[in-house]
T-cell receptor, first 115, second 113 residues
C-alpha cells in the first residue's frame, strides 16, 4: 500500500449504530487530519493530530471521537449519528518540517450514509 | 463567513483552449495558496502552490497567478485536456509552519473533446 488509505470506502449505518473509520498513511508523515465534505460545502477540518497529539478540534460534536494510536494510524469513532452527518469523510497527512510548507496528502475518503 | 471563495461552481471549456479557475480570499494573514484536483471517488490530489512572495508559479500546463492587492488567485490550464475534467479546490494557509488549510467549495471543470 502506498500513500493514504481509508477503510471502509462506503458505510451505511443507523442512528443507533457504533462504527469506526480507519485511516493509514504510508508516507512517514507526522501530522494527520480528519475532514468532512458535505454536498455544496467546502471541506471542513474536524480534527488535527501532530505527533499523535490532538492539536485541533474544530467544534466537532462529541458523537465523533478521534483516536491516533501512532503517527501512521488515525481512527474516527462514530456513535449515535444523525442523518445530517452523512458526508464524505476524508483523511489527510502531512510532513511537519521546520520552516517549509508541505502539502497535505489525502486518502480516497469514506462515503458515510446515516439512515 | 467563507474566507476562501470559488464563485463559479462549474466551468466548461473546449479541449485545447485555456481553462481559468478563480479564487478569492478575505483573510490577509493567508500567505500560502494551493490548488487541489479531485476526481469522483478519489481524494483531492495536490496540483500546484504559490507563496505570497511570488505572483506566478508555473508547472507544465498549469500556472497559478496571485494578486495580493486584490486577494485573488487564478489557475490557468493550457492547453486543456479531457483528463483535466475534475473538481478543483483552492486552499489557503496562514504561515509556512501552519498545519491548517482553509478550502473553497470547488469548481467543477468539464473539458469537452
Amino acid at each position: 500500500e502506498t500513500g493514504v488509505t481509508q477503510t471502509p470506502r462506503h458505510l451505511v449505518m443507523g442512528m443507533t449504530n457504533k462504527k469506526s473509520l480507519k485511516c493509514e498513511q504510508h508516507l512517514g508523515h507526522n501530522a494527520m487530519y480528519w475532514y468532512k465534505q458535505s454536498a455544496k460545502k467546502p471541506l471542513e477540518l474536524m480534527f488535527v493530530y501532530n505527533f499523535k497529539e490532538q492539536t485541533e478540534n474544530n467544534s466537532v460534536p462529541s458523537r465523533f471521537s478521534p483516536e491516533c494510536p501512532n503517527s501512521s494510524h488515525l481512527f474516527l469513532h462514530l456513535h449515535t449519528l444523525q442523518p445530517e452527518d452523512s458526508a464524505l469523510y476524508l483523511c489527510a497527512s502531512k510532513a511537519l518540517a521546520g520552516g517549509a510548507f508541505n502539502e497535505q496528502f489525502f486518502g480516497p475518503g469514506t462515503r458515510l450514509t446515516v439512515l | 463567513d467563507q474566507q476562501v471563495k470559488q464563485n463559479s461552481p462549474s466551468l466548461s471549456v473546449q479541449e485545447g483552449r485555456i481553462s481559468i479557475l478563480n479564487c478569492d480570499y478575505t483573510n490577509s494573514m493567508f500567505d500560502y495558496f494551493l490548488w487541489y484536483k479531485k476526481y469522483p471517488a478519489e481524494g483531492p490530489t495536490f496540483l500546484i502552490s504559490i507563496s505570497s512572495i511570488k505572483d506566478k508559479n508555473e508547472d507544465g500546463r498549469f500556472t497559478v497567478f496571485l494578486n495580493k492587492s486584490a486577494k485573488h488567485l487564478s489557475l490557468h490550464i493550457v492547453p486543456s485536456q479531457p483528463g483535466d475534467s475534475a473538481v478543483y479546490f483552492c486552499a489557503a494557509s496562514a504561515g509556512a509552519g501552519s498545519y491548517q488549510l482553509t478550502f473553497g467549495k470547488g469548481t467543477k471543470l468539464s473539458v469537452i473533446p
